[in-house]
């Protein structure tokens, strides 16, 4: 059995082995919540790297045992918008690996989509879109909060997620009528 106590106790003490347990009890599931914020998984992946070092090193400010899964979502969180911040210069500069040729998908039946495709259309989003997209209608931030922690306008988050989800719509209306071959 996970005891969350035990286990921030040890990680206050550098106990490897239970940094280690934490890091594999946690790292797939906030590698999902990396990739929604980086440009790929290598990106991501060293977003979780960072946010592990985070929590590791400031552990003691996970004050009860009961919020600590919380407090590390944050804590991962916060370290991809650090990320995205850091990373605004290079916004406008494109990996040629990255560019590709626009390709014919199957034909949908109905109006179901699978998460690897609604997850596909909201990686395609511009960045800024995608990451007010993901803080507001993922992880449950509140246009005040994402403006603070992204240093733009409330209006400006606002307008962004209602842009992202127009952009949502188009794709996944494009997505339903592509033909198949």
Not at 59 to 67: G, L, N, P, T, V
Not at 90 to 117: G, L, P, V
Not at 126 to 144: D, M, Q, S, T, W
Request: charged share 35%; glycine share 2%; aromatic share 10%.
């Amino acid at each position: 059995m996970f005891d969350e106590k035990k286990i921030i106790e040890l990680i206050l003490k550098n106990d490897r082995k239970a940094q280690k347990e934490l890091y594999q009890r946690f790292a797939a599931a906030f590698l999902g919540i990396c990739i929604r914020y980086a440009n790929d998984k290598s990106d991501a992946e060293n977003i979780l790297q960072d946010g592990f070092i985070k929590i590791f090193k400031n552990i003691k400010q996970c004050k009860k045992a009961s919020s600590l899964t919380s407090w590390m979502k944050r804590t991962i969180v916060n370290t991809a918008i650090t990320h995205y911040r850091k990373n605004l210069k290079y916004k406008f500069n494109r990996n040629i690996d990255a560019i590709q040729e626009n390709r014919f998908a199957e034909k949908k039946d109905d109006s179901d989509f699978t998460i690897s495709e609604l997850m596909g259309v909201i990686k395609k989003l511009p960045r800024g879109y995608r990451v007010v997209f993901n803080l507001y209608a993922i992880e449950g931030y509140k246009h005040k909060e994402i403006a603070k922690l992204l240093n733009i306008d409330i209006s400006t988050s606002k307008s962004q997620y209602s842009r992202a989800k127009k952009i949502i719509r188009e794709k996944l209306e494009i997505l339903k009528k592509v033909p198949v071959f």
